[in-house]
């Protein structure tokens, strides 16, 4: 991808952002550092990273070779990225199944896990929430009825490679199939970190910009993968731009999981490329609550700070975050980090995924269980994706247990019926009565 590079097409316009591949980032700087314009007289009080860190014993014990300067490098992370038996076997201990999974793996979806994210990984524990979700175990061999390697049919909304077109106004575009961390549930386990996790050729990129440009209901563009935030800050940027330059296109979003898995990625110099593409909106992919750590925190102040929109999307887990109390903590620890809860997924029937897919009853109850209780800001809309690529299906727990007469009866978030003056004809609706001309 070195021509990609070479061949620039857009500099920055106050030409703040090195263009040149930086060697590594310096050492994280304090968000304080920041040279945000003030526009409140008192600055808004952010999470700094923290001057030791659990990583930090993590760091000395599994990579004695590397510096903290080398540990806050997202190139470093991203390089010695556990991506085989004997590295993760050095940091974990494995059980049979994750081992003989690790052995049997062939293709898409390879084991692949940050340092940073491994850090936070139980060594005894295989049945951590957060092991769970990264490690492969044999269950991902067993197929059940119902499920396809592209359940959501994107291959078929595909008009050109890289770009699912399946709502009228909007289009996903997948810039690169490479991940910092491989999620064993990946709704795309089918293409990411596939071919030796090889970002899309530039001849792909401009060929899926073109549709976008020959496309003028496309108004808002969905940058995602694979993440998107694995592109280092040239080619993100000019993405970016080329996007931008398009009239029709009103926002661009981007979903990533980094903020998670490699919270080192959000450096000063990420933000300043994306705040130069404003109205730019972020997807964080998170999946429990302890991956909110003091560097996530840093990470999404930082975002935030840059005036970029926040939500999350979440997969429901089975035995990973499929009860009240962890959602609750998850969501209110986004809304503290300024991520406001955006989607709540039942995981989609990819091949080999059954262990991890709860009844879709379960995510109704779940979301009666936080509706009332807590901040509405706190609730994400729950969504199936329509197998087939019919799109997301929101599914909200039905509040209305019937009418009595010109009364709907509606149950409250305490299971409380409450009725509400609904006339249905249209004399007693008071139609045609004095007021309505008013
Ligand atoms: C999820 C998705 C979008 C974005 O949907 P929103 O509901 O607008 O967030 C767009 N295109 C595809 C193919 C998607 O899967
Ligand atoms: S980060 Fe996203 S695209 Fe990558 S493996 Fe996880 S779910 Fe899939």
Redo the contacts with the bound molecule.
Sequence with gaps: MREQSASLEEEPPDGGVPLSVAPAEAAPAAIADLSLPQTSPRPVRTPRRPSTSPGDAFRRRHFPGASRRDWNDWRWQMRNRLRSLGAVERVLQLTESEREAIRRHRGA?PLGITPYYASLLDPLAADQPLRRAVMPSLCEFVVTPGEATDPLGEEHTSPVPGIVHRYPDRVLFLATSL?G???RY???ARM?GDGGEHALRRSDLEAAIAYIEAHREVRDVLIS???PLTLDDERLGWILARLRAIPHVEIIRIGT?LPAVLPQRITRGLVQTLRRFHPLWMSL?FTHPDELTPEVAAACARLADAGIPLGSQTVLLKGINDDVATLRALFHGLLRLRVRPYYLYQCDPIAGSAHFRTPVARGLELIRGLRGHTSGYALPTFVVDAPGGGGKIPLQPDPVVGRAGDELLLRNYEGRVYRYPDPVTPENRGEGGTCASA
């Design positions: 979806l991940c961390v491989y999620c990946c709704t795309r990411v993968g694979g993440d999981k992919h």
